[in-house]
DNA sequence: GTTCTAGAAC
DNA sequence: GTTCTAGAAC
């Protein structure tokens, strides 16, 4: 083996420098760990500990990440000796890695009554952590315990359980000459759901931790476990309710298992990306066979997978030991279709995000031919989370289906699957049946079944490529097709088709089921949807225009009305509107550009004739956002309205993205400058010069989203911890955000990430 | 819109 | 015990 002073001759060049990031609770021996190694390793070693780093007293961050700096630039080893709990606090050591630098995490992850014991019998200690407290600190600490993953950079994670764990990293790091090199990979996960997975699931409103993966799917809420019920009653009310031969929702055990495999692999990757998730047609209740159903899904995808621009296919099933699920990952693996383009996924098609962090816009439901709900499969799964909005949308576009054909349905904003799921639109898909129980049978004539079954997907891949292109011309696109914006959803209501329902026993079941499982905020415009869809949409507007504003709303109506008489408020006036700072600013700078036309209360308001109004305003904002740019080139403003604004008089924010405000309070303060809740004012203009009416998102669901920062779209689960991740993300801004001059920013930074 | 505060969550 | 949220009042 190669001394020191070999290698800073020879083999200097080769020696890649490895950052240790030691990942564990006060007690965990985390500087034990350390200093084992250095004693006996033949590789140099610095071991950086930010509690002794500040000459004594405990030191910050950034001297540890000066002192790691330093000391790669000797071609030093480095040990991270920090808790390092949470990923935020081991980011900044991660970007260390690069091309010369390897980037491993050891977990001591050993049980919390062992870390506390050593913390209080602990006497002097660096780290200064005695006595009683110790226990709550680390306690606390552990709550925020987020075990880091391969994705975060490093290139090799050890996790450490037990003592005999610690001894075996400690023995593989010691080995560790200097010109060697470790295996890639995680090591040592055996619960790979301990703490974190309950901590990340609970905040992103999963289910409960899966070590009992049988309870997870049982645990989780409203509408599956009703399914549940439902089936397990066959008794049922009508004659939809048969039992599920398919077994969509009874096979609960595993899955537990395998939502948390799909959170932690779908999560990030999957996010904004156009993503369609269908089950296999046919092979279920419709019993085509699984060998020829799998040849023709991977013969279709790859067919279509060049078509969907940068969008992606997802064959979805709810179980794991899946037969169709084995066949086609086998079978597109071996036609070598981009894994990043078409992927399997184990979990329930109606909370793929909610239970399985995979973000899809579009789903597919393997219809029956009367696009009713209820029956069994995937079909009733679909109609059931969906919730009656589907039904009364999906009548709008076509009343039966013939096997072969798919029609896409855009989700209207009141279904729990487009609030919760964040899906825009359902395919429905009639596949070929060769079960003898059910309509149209093809009586095993394969040929014609493997026909249609080929049409069934080539109809719905191209309802897909579809919304794709319509999302791709106008990232709006598809609001308009959303069944509260759309006009000509009346004209397409008009025949009453909700007459034709034959049971409508069901559909009341359905629908005071989910009354009752829909908060009281929700309650007034679903029982308007009850009612008549017509109706509803005229009882809003008009709800809309004749909003009442409470005296506290008036003040940037006043001001509007007669600016002369604040004029220590506002900064400019001008004959068309008015600039002030928000009182109660939500970022570094935040000002408000006021229309003051009398009449124009909020953006419900504005109409083409307003068109000149909003650009001027848009100018103006424009013009402020600049000025400020030039005294601080490092902001990035967003202009844009809110769709349902608190105060009274149209007005259009102006604000800087770094949300660095100690106004920014709540959850509803961060969506509504972070949501569609937040409209564009380019898009504004181009939505009232097009169609003379702007998109409202006013659904409430928007303001009570879950926390995700407006950069990387990672969630958060309070707002102190969202501030100080937003405070240190420094990720590109989301691609919708950087097209069209949403964003504007330092003339010398377009182009390069900020 | 904010402030206040009960009580949930940690 | 402290932190954080969410609902009511303004």
Redesign the pocket.
């Known amino acids: 083996m190669n001394t020191d002073s070999e290698e800073t001759s020879e083999g200097e060049g080769q020696r890649k420098a490895l950052v240790v990031i030691l990942v564990g609770a006060p007690g965990s021996g985390k500087s034990t760990f350390c200093e084992n190694v250095m004693r006996s390793s033949s590789r140099p070693w610095v071991r950086i500990c930010q509690d002794s780093i500040g000459n004594g007293k405990t030191g910050t961050k950034s001297q540890c990440l000066t002192s790691a700096v330093s000391a790669l630039k000797d071609r030093k080893s480095v040990f991270i000796d920090r808790c390092n709990l949470d990923r935020e606090q081991r980011a900044d050591f991660v970007k260390l890695g690069g091309p010369q630098v390897d980037m491993h995490a050891v977990v001591l992850d050993l049980p919390a009554k062992l870390c506390i014991s050593r913390s209080v019998k602990r006497t002097g200690h660096e780290g200064n952590l005695q006595g009683g407290k110790a226990a709550a600190v680390v306690n606390?600490m552990l709550?925020?315990k987020e075990l880091p993953k391969l994705s975060e950079g490093f290139s090799r994670i050890t996790f450490c359980q037990n003592d005999s764990d610690v001894e075996a990293a400690l023995n593989t790091y010691s080995a560790l000459g200097p010109l060697d090199t470790l295996p890639s990979g995680c090591f040592g996960q055996k619960n790979p759901d301990s703490k974190v997975q309950l901590?990340i699931m609970?905040?992103l409103k999963k289910v409960e931790a899966p070590t009992n993966a049988g309870a997870v799917v049982n645990s989780s809420q409203d509408s599956t476990s009703t399914q549940i019920t439902r089936e397990k009653e066959p008794c049922g009310k009508g004659p939809e309710n048969v039992s599920s031969s398919s077994g969509y929702v009874g096979k609960e055990t595993k899955e537990g298992e395998d939502l948390a495999v799909g959170l932690v692999s779908g999560t990030v990757s999957l996010n904004d990306v156009p993503t369609l998730a269908f089950p296999s047609i046919s092979t279920s209740d419709f019993q085509f066979n699984h060998d020829r159903a799998s040849d023709i899904i991977v013969e279709k995808v790859e067919e279509f997978v060049n078509k969907i621009g940068n969008g992606r296919l997802v064959l979805v099933d709810l179980s794991n030991g899946s037969k169709i699920l084995s066949l086609v990952r086998a079978k597109a693996a071996h036609k070598k279709i981009d894994s990043n383009k078409f992927l399997t996924f184990v979990g329930d098609i109606t909370r793929l995000y909610s239970e399985g962090g995979l973000r899809c816009n579009v789903i597919a439901n393997a219809a029956n031919w009367r696009l009713k709900p209820g029956g069994g499969g995937v079909n009733a799964a679909i109609f059931s989370a969906a919730g009656p909005a589907l039904e009364v949308a999906t009548k709008e576009r076509a009343g039966s289906l013939l096997p072969g054909n798919a029609v896409v349905v855009p989700l209207p904003a009141t279904s729990p699957l487009f609030s919760r799921e964040g899906i825009t639109h359902v395919i429905h898909v009639l596949g070929p049946n060769m079960n003898p129980q059910r309509p149209n049978c093809l009586n095993s004539d394969y040929n014609k079944g493997c026909k249609v079954l080929r049409e069934a997907y080539s109809s719905l891949f191209e309802g897909f490529v579809s919304i794709v292109k319509t999302q791709e011309n106008s990232p709006k696109g598809s609001i308009k097709n959303l069944g509260l914006e759309s006009s000509e959803s009346q004209d397409h209501f008009g025949g009453g088709p909700r007459n034709h329902f034959p049971n409508s026993g069901q559909k009341i079941k359905r629908e005071s089921f989910y009354e009752s499982e829909r908060?009281?905020?929700c309650k007034g415009f679903q029982d308007e949807l009850g009612a008549d869809v017509t109706n509803s949409r005229v009882g809003k507007e008009t709800l809309n225009n004749n909003k009442a504003w409470?005296?506290?709303?008036q003040?940037l109506y006043h001001i509007a009305m007669d600016p002369e008489r604040y004029k220590n408020d506002v900064i400019e006036i001008s004959d068309d509107v008015v600039v002030l700072n928000?009182?109660?600013p939500?970022a570094q700078r935040h000002l408000l550009v006021l229309a003051r036309p009398e009449g124009l209360d909020h953006l419900a308001d504005v109409r083409k004739e307003h068109l000149q109004l909003i650009k001027t305003m848009h100018a103006m904002g424009l013009k402020w956002a600049e000025k400020f740019l030039c005294e601080d080139a490092s902001l990035v403003f967003r202009l844009g309205y809110?769709s349902?604004?608190?105060?009274r008089q149209l007005h259009l924010?102006v604000i800087s993205q770094d949300f660095n405000s100690k106004?920014?309070?709540?959850?509803?303060?961060w969506n509504?400058?972070t949501t569609a809740f937040f409209r564009d004012s380019v898009d504004v203009i181009e939505e009232i010069s097009n169609n003379g009416k702007a998109t409202l998102k006013d659904d409430d669901s928007l303001l009570?989203m879950e926390?995700r920062c407006h950069r990387c779209r990672s969630a958060h689960?309070?707002?102190?911890?969202?501030k100080s991740h937003i405070s240190n993300c420094q990720a590109p801004f989301p691609a919708t955000l950087l097209q069209n001059d949403r964003l504007v920013l330092a003339s010398s930074k377009a182009g390069i990430n900020p």
């Open positions: 606390r709550q925020k901590g609970k905040f908060n009281k905020k409470g005296a506290w709303a003040a928000d009182l109660y939500k809110h349902d604004p608190s105060m924010h106004h920014l309070k709540n959850k509803k303060h509504s400058f009570s926390l689960p309070n707002i102190p911890r969202l």
